[in-house]
């Protein structure tokens, strides 16, 4: 299975840059997708693709990369953005998610 | 607009069956595919298999042995069932539909989600 790794935590100030990382096990190409799931809450997708933002998500959220390295970006953070965010490809089968970060603001 | 909804039983008990259903509206079965996915209290997110829009499906081979996953187009569900239910089979199970992109797919909706228990 392609297993992906995040960092699992990370914190920054309100108005900061921040970007969480996404390793693969194997290339996905670019069938990387981003989601955000605040507790309590189903996951919501923020970028598909590795660099689309879906629509209805706020231009401060950004992603990139291709094969094994992915990035998602936060520019600049707000209060609402606390959650965890997941990582997810679907290239390889099984689609796998990565662990979660845990994104909290200072 | 779309929507996905998850019910079923709250509680199982060990070695029984699991079986959940999915109504969706706003779409239709016979153009996207559902998925079911689960996640274990606070952690991360497994994919247990896909109904795709023709009525085939796809199964993470993790469950294969046990998952079973079928529709009734006529009344928008989904249903999954699992047998052989263990305690580490508890967990929030969520039925998400997927967008289709030119190589890849990803979830564009979610259920909210309904907790299993599995316990005596």
């Known amino acids: 299975d392609t297993v992906l790794t995040q960092s699992p935590a990370l914190a920054v100030s309100p108005g900061e840059r921040v970007t969480i990382s996404c390793r693969a096990s194997?290339?996905?190409?670019?069938?990387m997708h981003w989601y955000q799931q605040k507790p309590g809450q189903q996951p919501k997708l923020l970028i598909y693709?590795?660099?689309n933002l879906e629509s209805g998500v706020p231009a401060r959220f950004s992603g990139s990369g291709s094969g094994t390295d992915f990035t998602l970006t936060i520019d600049p953070v707000e209060a609402d953005d606390t959650a965890t965010y997941f990582c997810?490809?679907?290239?390889?089968?099984?689609?796998?998610f990565g662990a979660g970060t845990k994104l909290e603001l200072k | 607009q779309v929507q996905l909804k998850e019910s079923g039983p709250g509680l199982v008990q060990p070695s029984q069956t699991l079986s959940l259903t999915c109504t969706v509206s706003?779409?239709?079965?016979?153009?996207?595919?559902v998925h079911w996915v689960r996640q274990h209290s606070g952690k991360s997110l497994e994919w247990m298999g896909r109904?795709?829009?023709?009525?085939?499906?796809s199964y993470n081979s993790a469950f294969t042995s046990r998952l079973s996953i079928s529709r009734d187009t006529s009344k928008s569900q989904v249903f999954l069932k699992m047998n052989s239910l263990q305690t580490e089979d508890t967990g929030t199970y969520y039925c998400?539909?997927?967008?289709?992109?030119?190589?890849?797919?990803?979830?564009?909706?979610w259920g909210p989600g309904t907790m299993v228990t599995v316990s005596s």
């Open positions: 706003g779409f239709s079965l016979t153009s996207y595919s």
């Open positions: 693709g590795a660099s």
């Open positions: 194997e290339s996905v190409s670019t069938g």
């Open positions: 109904m795709w829009s023709d009525g085939d499906t």
């Open positions: 998400a539909r997927s967008a289709e992109g030119p190589y890849y797919w990803y979830f564009d909706f």
């Open positions: 997810q490809q679907s290239w390889n089968d099984p689609y796998t």
